[in-house]
């Protein structure tokens, strides 16, 4: 039904993560991108502000609902999508490409143990 392209990691929570040596680009989902329709609001970090890992990064608004956004790892951001900001729907046109949310300088790789692969994260949200 969805694409869930098998380099990168997924979340309970909806999450991806793409790995690149200590630093990881975070976004969400297609599937969580379809739950939550139309987007019309996108709250991101600064450069320089700290995530933690189960905590809150930001927030993602739909016509439907608002939803918290969560760290999958504890680090610094080193960049934000800022481009967003200004056009949130765009989210929708490329999830796993133009449209992440956070880059971040990841303090401790095993953070990404217990994370699911495509196939995992699949049969989770499609029930297959």
Do not use: C
């Not at 200590?22 to 939550?36: E, K, M, P, R, S």
């Not at 046109?93 to 095993?110: C, H, Q, R, T």
């Not at 953070?111 to 692969?117: A, I, Y």
């Amino acid at each position: 039904m969805f694409e869930y392209p098998e380099d990168l990691k997924y979340t309970n929570s909806h999450e991806y993560i793409r790995v690149e040596d200590d630093v990881v680009t975070v976004g969400i989902t297609a599937f969580a991108i379809a739950q939550l329709g139309d987007i019309v609001f996108l709250d991101l970090p600064e450069v320089g502000a700290k995530v933690e890992k189960g905590q809150t990064f930001g927030t993602i608004e739909s016509v439907k609902a608002v939803e918290d956004l969560y760290s999958p790892v504890t680090g610094t951001v080193i960049e934000s999508n800022t481009a967003l900001l200004d056009e949130p729907e765009n989210i929708t046109e490329d999830p796993y490409g133009a449209s992440w949310f956070l880059k971040v300088n990841i303090d401790n790789i095993s953070e990404l143990e217990g994370t699911m692969s495509a196939s995992e994260y699949r049969a989770q949200v499609e029930g297959n």
